[in-house]
């Protein structure tokens, strides 16, 4: 069984869609963007806007890098979706090791960023972790300590001889 990840004509990993939404999550999606956020959430972010001062302060920092990321899209960067950069790129051997496991995949939905992510990583070091202990996505918020934790209680309940060891590396 081979688990490698099948490549485009650039070398880059071919990854299949996520699975379809249920009818239900169609529906409250829908809803969510309907209602909930042009009339709910308006509401609720002018209050905390005219009652807080600390919320106005965020919300002019949030603006500011909000504005920058618009006006400088990493889209108009020449380099961006470069097909020689794309190709080297997934010659490393760090790249490589994710085409060889077949590790990547989409994220379900919003919401589940920080589980994929686990997901990616861990499938990327089969067999040397064990497929079975790699879990699947779940939605909800996720820090770096908190799935550093929930790794090693994976390994700690799947009883096997598997040594981990992580480190959680602050940014500036």
């Not at 081979?2 to 999550?25: F, Y």
């Not at 972010?45 to 603006?63: G, V």
């Not at 909000?66 to 020449?78: I, M, Q, S, W």
């Amino acid at each position: 069984m081979s688990l490698a990840t099948p490549l485009d004509r650039l070398g880059a990993p071919i990854i299949p869609p996520p699975e379809k939404k249920s009818v239900a999550q169609v529906v409250m999606k829908t809803i969510a963007m309907t209602v909930i956020f042009p009339v709910v959430v308006p509401c609720i972010l002018f209050t905390a806007y005219a009652l807080k001062k600390s919320f106005r302060q965020l919300a002019h920092e949030l603006y500011s890098v909000v504005d920058r990321a618009t006006n400088d899209p990493v889209t108009k960067h020449p380099y961006f979706g470069d097909p020689n950069l794309i190709q080297r790129l997934w010659q490393t051997p760090s790249a490589k090791r994710y085409i060889q496991t077949g590790a990547l995949r989409y994220q379900k939905s919003e919401g589940f960023c920080g589980s994929a992510t686990l997901q990616v990583v861990l499938q990327s070091f089969v067999p040397i972790f064990p497929a079975e202990l790699v879990p699947d996505q779940i939605q909800g918020p996720s820090t770096p300590t908190k799935l550093c934790e929930g790794l090693h209680e994976m390994v700690k309940d799947a009883e096997q001889d598997v040594k981990i060891e992580t480190t959680v590396v602050e940014g500036g």
